[in-house]
């Protein structure tokens, strides 16, 4: 199956700075990539979809300038957390589907991202 | 968000059985059902996936589809230890640009 690489796999900043997390598809080309937050023992929660050269569209509740995310090519997005807070701390996936696969548009998911804000 | 309900769990069975998972969801248009598998600290794996109302049979897993009931359930048959794990259940709406899951059930299959 397809390949979705996230980096880093693991960060851990200090409250204030600001964190990129960099999610490519390593063997097909994505116009379309989802970012999900997922915190402990709670289901993924879809932050926002991104389309690529497009802005992206944030769901509700998500604040777009906190988290801004780029898809500035068909195999790259990127997801930076601003001023990260310790309530930030969460396990961040991506997720990317295939252009060219069409039919029932499965998606493929990164390993994650596990941020901790101090 | 839209809404997909799975129960929480946990839910226990004993190795060999059938385990039976259920996910309803509420916008009618949604299209694409997905089921997936997630081990703790890991992303989400894809188990299968139905667009049709009805079964669909793959290996030791059958998903069930019921648009009418906005239904959407995954069996698996002879459980094994190494399928103890929280599923999830995936709806995709009709554009293909909403995906959304489930709260996730916690499956504990005892040897």
């Known amino acids: 199956g397809a390949v979705v690489s996230q980096h880093p796999s693991r960060v851990i900043c200090k409250s204030g700075t600001s964190v990129k997390i960099e999610c490519r598809s390593l063997d097909f080309q994505a116009t379309t990539m989802f970012w999900y937050r997922q915190f402990p023992k709670q289901s993924l929660m879809l932050m926002a979809t991104s389309n690529e050269g497009s802005k992206a569209t944030y769901e509700q509740g998500v604040e777009k300038d906190k988290f801004l995310i780029n898809h500035a090519s068909l195999t790259l997005s990127t997801l930076t957390v601003t001023s990260a807070h310790p309530e930030d701390s969460s396990f961040y996936i991506c997720s990317a589907r295939d252009r060219l696969a069409g039919g029932y548009n499965e998606q493929f998911f990164g390993p994650g991202t596990r941020l901790t804000v101090l | 968000q839209k809404e997909v309900e799975q129960n929480s769990g946990p839910l226990s069975v004993p190795e060999g059985a059938i385990a039976s998972l259920n996910c309803t969801y509420s916008?009618?248009?949604?299209?694409?059902f997905f089921w997936y598998r997630q081990y703790s600290g890991k992303s989400p794996e894809l188990i299968m996936f139905i667009y049709s109302n009805g079964d669909k049979e793959d290996g030791r897993f059958t998903a069930q589809l019921n648009k009418a009931s906005q239904y959407v359930s995954l069996l698996i048959r002879d459980s094994q230890p190494s399928d103890s794990a929280t599923y999830l259940c995936a709806v995709m709406g009709d554009t293909g640009n909403q995906f959304y899951f489930g709260t996730g059930t916690s499956l504990t299959v005892i040897p």
């Open positions: 916008d009618r248009g949604s299209q694409s």
